[in-house]
């Protein structure tokens, strides 16, 4: 069966499942496109309040697939350059996306798996789940954002061992670190996940959009900058028809209704 990525809603959440049958889920490039196409769709639906990332049975994904690694060495270097390209392109879009993005981690994440679930904005994990990028063990370096969202998570010492390592990391260690969020009974990350979304779906999509952008935005600027930037995103909100809405069910005791 062919490496594909599986497109399902649940309520108002759209669930990807990486599915690889007998590769553990392994990535393919035909996955990048797929992803970046299902993720440019959601932006676009107004029904679509969260996506949710997960694997196929009880793995989240193998990495990259290391016979075409060797395939590709025999081919100019643009072709894994472009590879890596389009990979770069999905992990960009999961960051950019302008609603919560979960992961939902059973069993190994490894490689470029491991940076897909480091690029959604919260992660729930199996007990059992492994996290791990052995990249240094078979003579290659990281790719899909892996070093900078480790370095960005974690003290310079734990990353560094991490990389240099190549060795799996457990769910309740990443967890007590700050990079997982939560740890669940084996089988259950994606119920939790899902359920976790639908929370999200009954707040403001305006204002999700807003706290995302200045998260996103914040490593990079000084304080005086992001203030600037927290107040064009407050006034933006406060004028928005969420604002006024959230502040009149608020006021009336009410469950906020955002269409």
């Known amino acids: ?19 690889n049958p007998g590769a553990k889920n392994a990535l393919h490039p035909d996955m990048y496109a797929a992803g970046v196409e299902a993720l440019e769709t ?5 029904a679509v309040r969260c996506i949710v990332l997960t694997g196929a049975g009880d793995v989240f ?8 690694l060797l ?7 643009s072709v894994q350059a472009n590879s890596i390209d389009q990979l770069h392109s999905w992990v960009a879009a999961i960051r950019d996306c302008s609603k919560p993005v979960i992961a ?6 490894a490689g470029a798996g491991f940076s897909l679930a480091l690029a959604c904005d919260l992660i729930v994990a199996a007990e059992s789940a492994k996290f791990v990028m052995a990249y240094v063990k078979v003579g290659l370096t990281p790719d899909g954002g892996g070093s900078w969202f480790l370095s960005q998570a ?10 240099l390592e190549g060795q799996a990391v457990t769910a309740a260690r990443l967890h007590q670190a700050g990079v997982v969020n939560r740890v669940v009974a084996n089988g259950t990350a994606l119920d939790e996940a899902l359920k ?3 929370q999200f779906a009954g707040l403001s999509p305006n204002a999700c959009a807003g706290i995302k952008s200045l998260l996103h935005d914040a490593p990079a600027n000084t304080l005086s900058t992001h203030f ?32």
């Open 196 to 198: 976790w979304s639908e």
């Open 61 to 68: 994904c193998a990495g990259g697939n290391l016979n075409r």
């Open 104 to 109: 939902a981690v059973e069993g190994p994440a």
């Open 71 to 77: 395939e590709n060495r025999a081919k100019d270097r």
């Open 1 to 19: 069966m062919p490496a594909e990525l599986l497109a399902s809603r649940h309520e108002h959440t759209l669930v990807l499942t990486l599915s």
């Open 154 to 163: 974690l003290p310079r010492q734990l990353a560094t061992e991490i990389l």
């Open 42 to 46: 959601a932006e676009r639906d107004p």
């Open 228 to 259: 600037n930037a927290e107040k064009q995103c407050f006034v933006e909100a406060l004028h928005h028809r969420d604002g006024l809405e959230g502040i009149t069910a608020f006021l009336e005791k009410r469950k906020a209704d955002y269409r």
